[in-house]
């Protein structure tokens, strides 16, 4: 041993057993034993032991071999002359210098308040794993293999770290409470049996690098930095503002008790919103409950002893602030003290012990503002939700986050795309672009294109029940192809909506299939810069009771937050006619529909094919009904020309009940077919479509 502080240590260690160890037990022997087998290491010769104790004690009888060794200090006055050595041995490293786990367990002190005892508690646990010698001298005695800080075996009379540590067991026991600053503190946690484990950032400690860095930033890491801008959120700048200035305040005036919950789907940003927040603040961000023993996964119980370590740390920093992650990790472990009393569910799982009042407490009586996230609200028991001081909902960022994000995520991972390509997948892809950094870098992996990006995201999107992501169709929606009933002209209704600076109206979409309601939404959309929200029928309507008009509500506020342009398909399902309703969840959805339609403050669309069927109530309260129908013979002559790239045979005027739908789907059919280049192929396809439609047209005659 080259450490003059450890080696004077482990003497310590010795002389404190051999003070406290009967000479004829078992562990006196095992004592012994090591002496002898580590003489070398440890410097200290036990011959010249035996050669001293035998002349100070006339009526000592040698044996021969191992056992002269052993009886040689069994006797009283052979214990005691080896205990002397032993001091003497002590004595011999005078006062060294503190090694640098002693030096930073020594400031660690003067940040928790924990005493002395405290510190050799963590000390010999630390040194326990850490140090080969400690170790082994540990296991050593009595044969206790890996059950030093077992409860059993440290409670009891005798115990190994009692003896090494020249405590009583009660001396101990009163530091390992869960009232006493050891373990209130995070330091260590205790079992279920009462076993002792050591937080295992405090293993930090024992790393030799940065010498000269605090206690605090040694255990906790370096603080998290931001990757975007304050100017990212935006779009919920008011709570974004709000939030700021509550943990300001709370800093400021060292306010207890301060906890911001962020929830929302996986990939929408709640980490970064977090980081992001303290840039903001300019104070650190310390990510905490991520580090499990020995750098494993955490369980429930590391990540509470986790955040109570840090509460610990930073109660007087005034600067900081913490995130914890996954907060519904807390609600349901290995430990399940709140599954069962927190959760819904409770019934069906194993009850187990634990107090409601422990995440009451923790949360109550936080010293440091904390940042929790979660995906979702509903995994949150009500009882801990009304101990926020404020709850976030963060959904799907902006178009204009998203664009930048896919921008980073392509140009990290060497990805040749363009500045469209990234706007296109911000406004296809419908989950946030942080669900897609794994496929991305898949993509690198492969070739590095565009289309092994498109290839991926397919992939990712069925497994999350989300549409198929296509590529956009070579042909651009075209607003000539739109016919306005009643003469109505889409082209300058489009202009004078683009140039207001209104943004609160509402326009009713109506007409045949195919007729391109859906598409003049979207093109209105992008036109005035917005993103486009779609909403099907089926994405709305449940079976469970209320929770239809849970999920209309839910589309209005996402709309809002993302300022997307909302669009409602299948709008008669939503909107149908009360007076023919049998049910009052029938009636109560078509409420719900009509309060969010009166007070939502941006543009949104509903499209219908069938405008009979939906309330009286319903009109009114759209600014525009529009009415779209069949194309003219000189539209549907232009869109034979887009889609197909021909020249229109004169036969098509004669076909007067044809979409540009139809046009997309004979495309399509074509395509497969390879008959592209046949006018009189595709005619025939075209005139069956028209056919399929009720009063459909009668043949051309051909």
């Keep these: 041993m080259n450490n003059k502080y450890i080696s004077k240590l482990v003497f310590t260690y010795l002389v404190n057993l051999v003070s406290r160890v009967h000479r004829e037990s078992e562990a006196a022997a095992d004592l012994i034993q090591w002496l002898a087998d580590n003489a070398q290491a440890l410097d200290f010769d036990l011959i010249d032991d035996v050669e001293s104790t035998r002349r100070s004690n006339r009526r000592f009888r040698p044996r021969t071999g191992e056992a002269a060794r052993h009886s040689a200090f069994r006797t009283r006055s052979g214990w005691a002359e080896l205990r002397s050595r032993l001091a003497e041995k002590v004595k011999t490293f005078g006062r060294p210098r503190g090694d640098l786990l002693i030096q930073r367990l020594r400031s660690l002190?003067?940040?928790?308040?924990?005493?002395?005892?405290?510190?050799?508690?963590?000390?010999?646990?630390?040194?326990?794993?850490?140090?080969?010698?400690?170790?082994?001298?540990?296991?050593?005695?009595?044969?206790?293999?890996?059950?030093?800080?077992?409860?059993?075996?440290?409670?009891?009379?005798?115990?190994?770290?009692?003896?090494?540590?020249?405590?009583?067991?009660?001396?101990?026991?009163?530091?390992?409470?869960?009232?006493?600053?050891?373990?209130?503190?995070g330091l260590v946690s205790l079992g279920e049996e009462g076993e002792v484990t050591f937080a295992s950032r405090l293993y930090r400690l024992t790393n030799p690098a940065d010498r000269k860095a605090d206690v605090r930033e040694i255990i906790l890491g370096a603080p998290d930095q931001a990757q975007l801008a304050w100017s990212d959120f935006d779009h919920i700048a008011e709570h974004r503002d709000h939030i700021c200035h509550i943990l300001h305040s709370a800093m400021e005036a060292g306010e207890r008790g301060v906890n911001v919950l962020v929830y929302g789907p996986p990939g929408a940003g709640k980490t970064e919103f977090c980081r992001t927040m303290g840039a903001q603040l300019e104070v650190s961000l310390f990510s905490i409950g991520e580090d499990g023993r020995k750098g494993g996964e955490p369980n429930r119980r590391d990540r509470l002893g986790d955040l109570s370590l840090a509460q610990c740390l930073l109660a007087h920093h005034g600067k900081a602030v913490l995130l914890f992650d996954e907060m519904v990790d807390l609600l349901g472990s290995p430990h399940p003290i709140?599954?069962?009393?927190?959760?819904?569910?409770?019934?069906?799982?194993?009850?187990?012990?634990?107090?409601?009042?422990?995440?009451?407490?923790?949360?109550?009586?936080?010293?440091?503002?904390t940042l929790w996230t979660a995906n979702r609200r509903d995994e949150i028991p009500a009882v801990l939700l009304r101990r926020m001081t404020f709850i976030l909902e963060l959904d799907r960022p902006p178009v204009s986050v998203r664009?930048?994000?896919?921008?980073?995520?392509?140009?990290?991972?060497?990805?040749?795309?363009?500045?469209?390509?990234?706007?296109?997948?911000?406004?296809?892809?419908?989950?946030?672009?942080?669900?897609?950094?794994?496929?991305?870098?898949?993509?690198?992996?492969?070739?590095?294109?565009?289309?092994?990006?498109?290839?991926?995201?397919?992939?990712?999107?069925?497994?999350?029940?989300?549409?198929?992501?296509?590529?956009?169709?070579?042909?651009?929606?075209?607003?000539?192809?739109?016919?306005?009933?009643?003469?109505q002209d889409l082209s300058e209704v489009t202009e004078r909506l683009v140039s207001t600076p209104e943004r609160r109206f509402s326009l009713c979409l109506q007409g045949h299939p195919g007729t391109g309601k859906s598409a003049f939404a979207r093109y209105l959309a992008t036109r005035m810069d917005l993103e486009v929200m779609h909403k099907r029928a089926s994405d709305l309507l449940s079976m469970w009771v209320g929770n239809t008009e849970a999920q209309i509500a839910k589309a209005f506020r996402q709309a809002r937050q993302s300022e997307a342009f909302l669009i409602f398909d299948e709008a008669d399902s939503l909107l149908a006619d009360r007076r023919g309703a049998t049910r009052n969840w029938e009636v109560s959805q078509v409420n719900e529909m009509l309060t969010w339609m009166e007070h939502h403050p941006l543009p949104f669309a509903c499209t219908t094919n069938y405008a009979e069927k939906l309330d009286g109530a319903t009109l009114r309260r759209f600014t525009f009904k529009i009415e779209l129908d069949f194309l003219t013979p000189e539209q549907a002559a232009l869109a034979?020309?887009?889609?197909?790239?021909?020249?229109?045979?004169?036969?098509?005027?004669?076909?007067?009940?044809?979409?540009?739908?139809?046009?997309?789907?004979?495309?399509?059919?074509?395509?497969?077919?390879?008959?592209?280049?046949?006018?009189?192929?595709?005619?025939?396809?075209?005139?069956?479509?028209?056919?399929?439609?009720?009063?459909?047209?009668?043949?051309?005659?051909?």
């Design 109 to 185: 002190a003067k940040v928790t308040g924990i005493s002395k005892t405290d510190i050799q508690i963590i000390q010999l646990g630390l040194l326990y794993e850490t140090n080969d010698v400690v170790e082994d001298l540990a296991d050593s005695i009595g044969g206790r293999r890996r059950s030093l800080w077992r409860g059993s075996e440290w409670r009891k009379s005798g115990s190994t770290v009692s003896c090494m540590l020249s405590l009583s067991p009660r001396s101990i026991a009163q530091r390992l409470i869960p009232k006493a600053p050891l373990v209130q503190s």
């Design 403 to 487: 664009t930048r994000i896919w921008a980073n995520l392509l140009s990290r991972n060497r990805i040749d795309a363009s500045p469209e390509d990234a706007r296109n997948l911000a406004r296809s892809f419908r989950a946030p672009p942080g669900v897609a950094a794994e496929v991305t870098k898949g993509a690198r992996l492969a070739d590095g294109s565009m289309a092994a990006v498109y290839l991926g995201l397919n992939g990712l999107n069925t497994a999350l029940g989300s549409d198929r992501l296509q590529k956009r169709d070579e042909t651009e929606f075209d607003i000539r192809l739109i016919n306005g009933k009643s003469g």
């Design 338 to 369: 709140l599954s069962v009393l927190f959760s819904p569910r409770a019934s069906q799982r194993r009850p187990s012990a634990g107090s409601k009042l422990f995440m009451n407490r923790l949360i109550e009586n936080a010293s440091v503002p």
């Design 640 to 702: 034979f020309q887009l889609f197909f790239g021909l020249d229109a045979p004169p036969e098509l005027s004669r076909l007067d009940r044809l979409a540009p739908g139809d046009f997309a789907v004979v495309k399509t059919k074509a395509q497969i077919l390879q008959t592209m280049d046949s006018p009189h192929a595709l005619l025939c396809m075209l005139q069956e479509e028209c056919t399929a439609k009720p009063s459909g047209s009668k043949s051309i005659g051909f």
